[in-house]
């Protein structure tokens, strides 16, 4: 499991170097869901070109785009601190529910502070109860050695079934008949950056993050260690790399910033929580760390395609009968394409 | 009250049950199935199709289990000669089958994930003369369909296949020495895309159970995650039919129970979290035991 997590993340060159390691598994995954458009009777290239159209044509709708794009941003961050320290954590997802419900409970329970305190706050218990949430199966995988990819997947669920039990029950709005929290409190809002448009200060949250993620990554100690750790556990430990400690610390990461990305959506797009809160950020972020192959600007670029996608996916439902699911298919896809090797095919043709 | 309760509980384990066998012959030969709920999905819209269509609930079983084992086939295909990560390409299924059914849902019919059709052929159910009148076995074992007979049956001949014959021989090399295997000119890739194939036929089978057998129309979520449920079971069973039978049962009785309680103040959400919350528990269980067996060993 882990050697494929590894691999996941390899060392980041210059960003051009492995283009078409990156494009690959796009383009496979376009051809494949162009067939799916034609059989049902679409022209694909005419349905791309409209999905371009609708994401980037347009100050509005690239600020929809990068909107889109912020949650994914967080969550490709998030999955790809675990892979590089060779875990391979799927739990993000549970991670954007808790972080989101506990940013949203800050929001609209501490009414009377003002923004300057209250929006930390709230931020820091999505991290902090993210962070929680990764606590067990770092542990587990550190200490005991049981598989992370089972744990962490688990916890999905747990979460989302919770948060709806509080959401249902406990934390329920008064006087509301669906499950959701109370709206936060104005100043508990995220300051929107491009009105009417929902794009928010979250975006430029995720933006510091993956600055920092490439400098902690290619500049700092702890960065190299964590490659180490990932790509070779064994060479790492003899080195003198304390790695179940690492691999611990690096699942706390990824969940507090798994729960920065749920309490950026509750603050900035939602404002409060609701049951059904994450379309699967968290899913589509392993996407997005995988076709971003671990580095920040592949990061970057995976998260504002699938945000891309998103966006125009809802649109071009309106201006033609092209169904949204479009969408979900690539996704699905281009997970797939991303980890498959095709390597083989063509070490044989050269052998013929 | 109670007659409903283990009727409605063997009811719900069937599909958890055929997914979870499936899933577990799978994970022996060497592949750990998280699209199991993708194949599910597919066999239970086209079961509810072919059941509308061919008017027997036979023949769209039949189809059911081949939707499903076609999609096995492609995921298994992806993971042993394209030497993808087994975990991306499963929840990368479970993403692009759903997209899939809906896209299918949307363009053929017209509708938004509900598919309702008339004169579907629903499964049949066997009522027990006098057992059928009798309490608690009454319920246990009369007025269940056909699948739910084979899916029980289908346990012990698992558990003999697995350990008794050639085939299971085979397919347990296969997952657990493959070089092995492949020096006794078997090819463990081969093994593993059958397994896969088998699992994504049950899966199907189980996703037809719940469109043609429990509800008679489709529903984009009418798979709830049972085939995570499913994965559950098979870990909780520690890959023996068995045991992984049991689990399937109480995960089938914690369904019906929550059905039940829904609107009596015991929340529904935190029973539906108790199968996750058992697998990480036998999974530190079982990781604690070993560590005590290594340190009394050294």
Redesign the interface.
Known sequence: MSDHAASAAPPTRFPWANLAEILTPLLLALAAAGVVLAVAGHNPFEVYWLLAVESFGGTRRIAATLAASTPLILTGLATAVAFRAGAFNVGVEGCVFVGGLAAAWVGFSFTGLPAVALVPLALAAAVVVGAFWMLVPGLLKARLDVDEVVTTLMLNFIAISLTAYLVNGPLLAPGSANSATPMVAEAARLPKLMPPSTLNAGFLIAIALLVLYWWWSNRTALGFETRIAGTNPRFATASGIDVPSLIIRMMLLSGAIGGVAGGIHALGTVGRFVSGFSPGYGFTGIAVALLGRGSAIGILLAALLFGALTTSGATIQLFSDVPIEIVNILQGMVMIFAVARFGWIFARRRRA | MIDNIIHAAVVMTTPVLLAALGGLVNRVAGL?N?GLDSMMLAGALVGLIVAAGAGSWSVALVAAALAGAVFGLLMSL?VTR????E???G??????????V??FL??VYGSSGTLNLPDVARLPRFDIPVIQDMPVLGALLSGHDPLTWAAWLLVPLTAWVLKRTRLGLRLRAAGAAPQAARALGLSPLTLRDASTVFAGLMAGLAGAYLSIGVVGIFNEGITA?RG?IA??AF?FGRNRPWLTAACALLFGFFDALQIRLQGRGV?A??V??LP??M??VV??VM??AV?RSRTKGT
Request: aromatic share 12%; glycine share 6%.
């Open positions: 750990v998280i992806t394209l030497d993808a990560n975990i991306i390409v929840l990368g299924f479970n993403i692009a089958v759903a997209g899939l809906r896209f949307k363009t995650g995570f994965l559950a870990y929340p959400e935190l539906q979290t996750y919350v697998v990480i999974l530190t990781a604690l560590r």
